[in-house]
Each structure stands twice: as C-alpha cells, then as structure tokens.
C-alpha cells in the first residue's frame, strides 16, 4: 500500500474516532504529507474538529480545509437571535473581556472586533462563541493591546520552550522585532507546532505571532 493511501486511511479513521463530529460527509486525498478536506458538515465546531483530527495524525504536514458547513434547515438561526446569544455569552464566561467586544453576524458569519488586553483574551472570546448553532464561520478580529515590556520577549519563549516536555527546541528558533515574534525553524508534529506558538503568545507584549515551523514528521 502507499505511502499516501496509508496517510489517507489514517485521517479517515481519526475522523470516524472523532465525538466531536460526524464524519460521514468528510472527504479525505492525501499527496505527500498534504492532506485535503472536503464535503460538509452541519456545523462551524465539526469544521474546526475535522482540522484538529486530521492534524493529529502522524505523518500530516499541512492540511487544505475544503469542508463546506451546511446548516440543517431546522437548525438556522436569524442573524440577530445568533448576535444576542453570542453577546450573552460572553457576558457570562468573560465578563471583564465582553464590554471591549463588538459582534456582527451576517448570513451567519459571526465577526469579533475590538481590543483586549491578552492574546488569552482573543482567544477565549472565540472559543466562547465558536460552537453557537447557526454560525459558519468565526473571523477573530479583535486585537491585543498589551503594554508590557518587551524587552525580554526572546529570552521567556526559549524559555517556554525548555519547560515544555513535549516540545523538543532543538531545531527552532525564535526573532522579536517589536511586539511581533517570527517562530522557524522544524518539529516533528501538529502538537509540537501549536504548543511552540501557545508559548510565543504566553509572553507579555506580544501582538503578532509569525510561525514560519516546518512540521516534518
């Protein structure tokens, strides 16, 4: 069997393992270590499900999203009644971050802007609101507003990285031009990549992360 249809088999079956998602829909290609999505799905979470399983996979180095979500009729929302429950709910699970929020939906692609303080804060927003029914799509525009010091950016990543014992820092490299971190360099998995960048946006200051890390399995 090839190498390819080894890979294609194994996103398949991360895909059917999945509780997160109904797999039935979902396409699967495979060429080198490229992996391609396709079909529907009947929400925005088993889109971004769908992602996180195919990236678990050993031997997938990038994956081209192609999945459609397709609302079942009984499930679409109004705009409107999507935006007042994605305002409630921020105003329950993050009520210091909500009041700095702005929401808009439209054909249910629900948009966040504003600034908060944390890249934390951008990040729980979203995951807050990203599995309301109704919704297609998430675009996080908030922006992170920080006004730590900078100046010791470079040294808490690499710092970050030899803590973490699933991350091995060897091969990576880390550049601090301002608030902005550029991450190169290569690791051996998805989970490595992610935890790599989770600990860039842990420092203080930082507005932007560039990871530019290889995923070489």
Do not use: Y
Request: aromatic share 4%.
């Amino acid at each position: 069997m090839s190498d390819d249809k080894t890979l294609q088999l194994d996103v398949m079956a991360e895909l059917a393992w999945d509780p997160h998602l109904d797999a039935s829909h979902i396409g699967v290609a495979a060429e080198g270590a490229v992996v391609t999505l396709t079909g529907h799905v009947t929400s925005w979470a088993e889109k971004r499900a769908a992602v996180a399983a195919a990236r678990r996979v050993r031997g997938v180095g990038a994956v081209a999203n192609e999945i459609e979500v397709r609302l079942p009729a009984d499930r679409k929302w109004h705009d409107d009644e999507i935006a007042k429950r994605a305002v409630d709910i921020l105003h329950w699970s993050c009520p210091q971050v909500a009041p700095r929020v702005k929401i808009t939906v439209t054909a249910g692609v629900l948009t966040l802007e504003g600034t908060v303080e944390h890249f934390f804060d951008r990040m729980e927003a979203e995951r807050n609101v990203h599995r309301l029914h109704g919704i297609v799509r998430v675009d996080n525009h908030l922006i992170v507003s920080s006004q730590a010091s900078l100046a010791d950016v470079h040294d808490k990543i690499e710092a970050a990285f030899r803590r973490n014992a699933n991350l091995a820092a060897d091969h990576l490299s880390v550049t601090a031009d301002g608030p902005v971190v550029t991450l190169r360099g290569r690791v051996r998995s998805w989970q490595e990549h992610d935890i790599a960048e989770r600990a860039a946006w842990g420092a203080p200051g930082v507005t932007e992360v560039n990871n530019l890390i290889q995923v070489e399995p």
